[in-house]
Nanobody
Framework: VQLQASGGGLVQAGGSLRLSCAAS????????MGWFRQAPGKEREFVAT????????YHANSVKGRFTISRDLAKNMMYLQMNSLKPEDTAVYYC????????????????WGQGTQVTVSS
């Protein structure tokens, strides 16, 4: 699976951004796709994931109610709508994919996009 993330940028606290991930190749019908993020000096952190076929979603507690993951089957696109952004959301956001069942473990995702920077100013 090849993954290409886009949509990052600089936004003020309380603002919104939408990240996009273009997916190609692989066996998307048996995949989970999702987002991880990595802030400076911190480990990569699970954000959200979605089962490609059914659209069932999982969100980290830190973003629940503010971020929404979704996908467009026809376009092979995945999105992360981020609202009510906080300075602590500042990170590089990575689009990821795996086969098999749900996981929030960074080591369980073998496919990674290049990352897109999100910076939230206070």
């Amino acid at each position: 699976v090849q993954l290409q993330a886009s949509g990052g940028g600089l936004v003020q606290a309380g603002g919104s951004l939408r990240l996009s991930c273009a997916a190609s190749g692989g066996t998307l019908s048996r995949s989970f796709m999702g987002w991880f993020r990595q802030a400076p000096g911190k480990e990569r952190e699970f954000v959200a994931t979605i089962r490609w076929t059914t659209g069932i979603t999982y969100h980290a507690n830190s973003v629940k109610g503010r971020f929404t993951i979704s996908r467009d089957l026809a376009k092979n696109m995945m999105y992360l709508q981020m609202n009510s952004l906080k300075p602590e959301d500042t990170a590089v956001y990575y689009c990821v994919s795996r086969l098999g069942e749900y996981s929030a473990n960074v080591d369980q995702y073998p496919y990674w996009g290049q990352g897109t920077q999100v910076t939230v100013s206070s």
